[in-house]
């Protein structure tokens, strides 16, 4: 059974940096052709993709957000980390990982998400 | 990259046929043919409906089913159910490792 997990703090502060963290079961990052992305959805609004990253350690981001993005892996963990830095309450928004296949072009297992909310 | 255009909201009666759209432009939707579908109760982990356009992953029912033309997509769901009553996004490849999204139609299953 694949299951993917995010976690992190529900509450940030504008200009401060965010770190979700991505726990899954039921696949290896170590397997070839394996990626977690990260997806976002503010309230109300459409779902933006935001980086991805490969078993063999590629990293992929959104153009837009590039310059606040990292995604690390922790492959003997079963976990992906994204952070973001520079917050502000435009970032609030439900964050999401999902496991991907090079060369599939679409997620195939979800988390159920994390809300994460900027504010003062 | 411009979000993908969904109508916000949908309804049907059981066992009734509805189709979402999804339109965006040459450059994802009308350039690829790597469009997918998602079911998402809220509280819980969005489910791969169709990929590639009309592709159904094992285990997705028949009644869901894909489509495209130029540069809008269509997810259509037939005999309706209660328990289809959920969001729906869809998402396509937009080139060089990167993806638009919808932003998501409700249905309501009357």
């Known amino acids: 059974q694949i299951t993917l997990k995010e976690s992190g703090p529900t509450l940030v502060r504008p200009t401060q940096t965010l770190t979700l963290t991505c726990s899954f079961s039921?696949?290896?990052?170590?397997?070839?052709?394996?990626?977690v992305g990260w997806i976002r959805q503010p309230p109300g609004e459409a779902l933006e993709w935001l980086a991805l990253?490969?078993?063999?350690?590629?990293?992929r981001y959104s153009p837009s957000l590039s310059s606040r993005l990292t995604i690390t892996r922790d492959t003997s963990k079963n976990r992906v980390v994204l952070t973001m830095t520079h917050m502000d309450p435009v970032d609030t928004a439900s964050y999401y990982c999902?496991?991907?296949?090079?060369?599939?072009?679409?997620?195939?297992?979800w988390g159920q998400g994390t809300l994460v909310t900027v504010s003062s | 990259q411009s979000a993908l255009t969904q109508p916000a909201s949908v309804s049907g009666s059981p066992g009734q046929s509805i189709t979402i759209a999804c339109t965006g432009t040459?450059?994802?939707?009308?350039?690829?043919?790597?469009v997918s579908w998602y079911q998402h109760h809220p509280g819980t982990a969005p489910k791969l409906l169709i990929y590639?356009?009309?592709k159904r992953p094992s285990g997705v029912s028949n009644r869901f089913s894909g489509s495209k033309s130029g540069n809008t997509a269509s997810l259509t769901i037939s005999g309706l159910q209660s328990d289809d009553e959920a969001d729906y996004f869809c998402?396509?490849?937009?080139?060089?490792?990167?993806?638009?999204f919808g932003g998501g139609t409700k249905l309501t299953v009357l």
């Open positions: 999902a496991r991907y296949w090079q060369g599939r072009y679409y997620f195939d297992y």
């Open positions: 039921g696949f290896s990052l170590s397997t070839g052709g394996v990626g």
């Open positions: 990253i490969y078993w063999d350690g590629d990293e």
């Open positions: 040459s450059s994802d939707v009308g350039g690829y043919d790597y």
């Open positions: 590639d356009v009309n």
């Open positions: 998402s396509s490849y937009s080139g060089t490792t990167t993806w638009v």
